[in-house]
């Protein structure tokens, strides 16, 4: 596959280089603030950058007509607004969150909820590097918001921790515990390419990741 | 409810009435090796004694004609059928395992089974008592028997431990862990509570555990 | 060895009971709010009642003068000044948990202590029964008290939890975890066990559980 | 501080000279198979290279007379006997593991060592990447020679897991876990970092790395 990297020096675009290539892939577009290289047309575009690079992402999709795999964290209804509109010509795949295991934990989540009764206890724990300030995670309340009740949940800060998840139901009888942890970064970067791999066979529309993991 | 136990004296038996009295069901009928006593007629029997009563069990049911919940251990091919033949005239619940929590992992399991492929590492651990002598548990065998190739299993046999079962998934950038501790054998006569509340409304026929709880 | 029970009916009391029997101790005396019964003068007596029944335990150590291990929570400094009488007299070993595992935990974290600076992260994490109220534990609270620095606490309430103490030590890379679960009130008898097998060959004073546990 | 470092091109040599310079110290010496660079005489040399490379460690510290900070793994009795020829003349800090955490582990595990008697059981767990093969870890072994008896060991292999170690004692009442887990490289060089800085002080010798850690 040709693609293309939106935030390529970043440390993100860094590591989804690292990984496509490995892949067999080959990077023929490469975008940061203030440059841009083309080799050859990409047959998909990954942009893992920041908000702020945004409305250069939605420029580029509309002129290369390309599709669009994208993980940028903090868009708003009217970023969706506009990736809808370009998901009218190109397939866009998006989430808050390319790791695989976060979107199967989110899917068990859902179905021991199916299970479980307000006689069980649910909480949520979550520890991150102490450079993390903002408790809880924004994963950590995504998982939260599968379930039917408010969640106590628990935020440690530790060294230089990747990102780890756990959820916990207990009854008086036992207790049921649902663990994610990250190695690295690229718990990401291989949603991305498994989304990359995937879009090639999609029809323009909007897709989620879990949508894509569930094919 | 009015409720019968087989077994009333064995710990299991014990831990039944407690739970089901708890929950103001009435002990009408309990039968022992040497011993039987009733003093209305059972509307369900439960069952978590030994192999060696079953006949004596299958003798009771048809006698009576009470729906049963069986939870003994070791029963072979014979035994099965003649569950099959007194689920042609009452409903019949049974499983090796009654744990609500391990019956969940179960469904878990064969979700993540959905997902991951032969990129991802799987490995099983269980931990029990200093005295408990098969390894591995039989639980963790059948957990072991819901994915779709041979799985490394570890065996800690820890201090008075009741019961942990643990499922690890782990790629190159992440790991998902599954695990289920028991705190008690309350963990077991909860799934038993459950399924005789639900025999009341069910037809004759031979049902398993987790049909019960997928409704 | 001929022993007494203050307490002898509540909960803690029976497991004393319990333990003490299976290591082939006597019971010759035993106390509770309304009765008492004495078959033979006890060698030593244990107490794991209240603290409303502190005074009375000071009036029958006072008659008898008989050795004391005591583990009733809440005493207070005036009720340590009583204790601290009968120690001239004879030899009474008190703490607030008795349990073997907590103590030697206790002593970890002050090896550790001289060990990290304050590029390391400390946090400690406890998980208690559903009904426990107080967050975090006493337990947890003590523990933290061994450390020159405020601790970041966490408290989970999950199901029938006995008690899981666990505290976290990184630094940018690496984590160091030291965590304690009893399985059962089992835990703290077995120390009253070693405590009242000790206390035979010791002199009058006042003595904590860990210098028992260090000889 | 100036320092050298031998083995420089390698993984370990690029992460010895990322801490080295965030902490503020001044690369003067590179050695790797081929090639040699000195801009300065350093005052320390790092080698975290291969058994292969040792003659030539040898050699070039009898040329420059300079402390020596050495994490090798595999050396046998007769370049340990080489090591103490060195250290008549400058100081040598040697150790198969140079994490402070796996060293704080070390230490507890002598110390819980005195409280626990046969009648607790102990087991060793470890967990590293797929592509680890030996089974159990080195470190793990190492941990196990601590205790006065067999232990039962654990080996996990499992995505990219950089090494997680765990001992559990366990009595009838009661669990104590000690557990340690790299997040990175980092966890080994902070151990070198610390002994390079420790080197300057010292008089010629040979010095284990708890020795250094225990001050």
């Known amino acids: 596959m040709k693609y293309g990297i939106i935030g390529y020096s970043g440390r993100m675009g860094q590591a989804i280089e690292k990984l496509f290539s490995k892949a067999g892939h080959k ?21 893992f950058s920041l908000k702020e690079a945004f409305p250069k992402t939605v420029r580029v999709i509309e002129e ?12 708003d209804e009217d970023d969706f607004a506009k990736l809808d509109k370009l998901a009218e010509e190109v397939p866009v795949i998006q989430s808050f969150n390319f790791s695989i ?8 989540i859902k179905k021991v909820n199916q299970y479980v009764d307000q006689d069980w206890d649910i909480e949520i724990s979550e520890t991150h590097h102490r450079f993390k300030k903002d408790k809880p995670s924004g994963t ?5 918001n599968l379930l039917d009740r408010d ?21 008086t009888g036992e207790v049921l515990t649902l663990k994610h942890r990250a190695y690295s970064r690229e718990a990401f ?11 090639l066979d999609l029809k323009p529309g909007f897709y989620s990741f879990p949508e894509i993991l569930n094919n």
């Open 27 to 47: 990077l023929v577009y490469q975008k940061d603030e203030n440059s841009e290289k083309e080799t050859e047309k990409p047959e998909v575009i990954i942009d």
């Open 64 to 75: 290369k007509k390309v599709p669009l795999v994208i993980g940028t964290t903090g868009l």
């Open 101 to 108: 295991g976060i979107n199967i934990l989110s899917e068990l």
């Open 140 to 144: 950590a309340i995504m998982l939260g």
């Open 151 to 171: 969640i106590e949940m628990h935020s440690k800060r530790l060294g230089s921790e990747f990102g780890e998840h756990e959820v916990d139901f207990a009854s």
């Open 189 to 199: 970067t291989r949603g991305a390419l498994l989304s990359a791999e995937a879009i």
